[in-house]
C-alpha cells in the first residue's frame, strides 16, 4: 500500500493550496480518507474526512475555508484548501482508513502560509 501526498508549498495569506493524495494497494473506492496536519511543536491533528460514500467532515478551524473530494476513479483524494491563514501552516499527511483493515498514512507534504 502506497499513499502519495502533493501539492504542499509556499503561499501568501488569503491564498489557496489543492493537496492531492494518491493511493495503490487498496481498494479505493471502499476506504476513507482523512487529512491530518502537524505544526512544529505540535501534535498531529484531524483536519477533515471522508467516507467511502461520500460523506465529509471537518474541524471546527477549518470549516468554510477547506473542501474534501475524492475521486475513485483516479485512487485519489484532494484537499482544497482556500483563505490560508499562517495558523495553517503544517505538515499535512492523508491516512487511508480500508474496512476492516489497518490504517495507513502518507509521507505528508508541506504547508507554507505566509504572513
Known amino acids: 500500500?502506497?499513499?502519495?501526498?502533493?501539492?504542499?508549498?509556499?503561499?501568501?495569506?488569503?491564498?489557496?493550496?489543492?493537496?492531492?493524495c494518491a493511493a495503490?494497494?487498496?481498494?479505493?473506492?471502499?476506504?476513507?480518507?482523512?487529512?491530518?496536519?502537524?505544526?512544529?511543536?505540535?501534535?498531529?491533528?484531524?483536519?477533515?474526512?471522508?467516507?467511502?460514500?461520500?460523506?465529509?467532515?471537518?474541524a471546527g478551524s477549518v470549516k468554510g475555508r477547506f473542501a474534501i473530494s475524492r475521486d475513485n476513479a483516479k485512487n485519489t483524494a484532494s484537499l482544497q484548501m482556500n483563505s490560508l491563514t499562517p495558523e495553517d501552516t503544517a505538515v499535512y499527511y492523508c491516512k487511508a482508513q480500508p474496512p476492516n483493515g489497518r490504517a495507513y498514512w502518507g509521507q505528508g507534504t508541506l504547508v507554507t502560509v505566509s504572513s
Open 24 to 58: 495503490s494497494g487498496i481498494t479505493f473506492s471502499s476506504t476513507a480518507i482523512g487529512w491530518f496536519r502537524q505544526a512544529p511543536g505540535n501534535q498531529r491533528a484531524w483536519v477533515a474526512g471522508i467516507t467511502s460514500g461520500g460523506s465529509t467532515n471537518y
Open 1 to 20: 500500500v502506497q499513499l502519495q501526498a502533493s501539492g504542499g508549498g509556499l503561499v501568501q495569506a488569503g491564498g489557496s493550496l489543492r493537496l492531492a
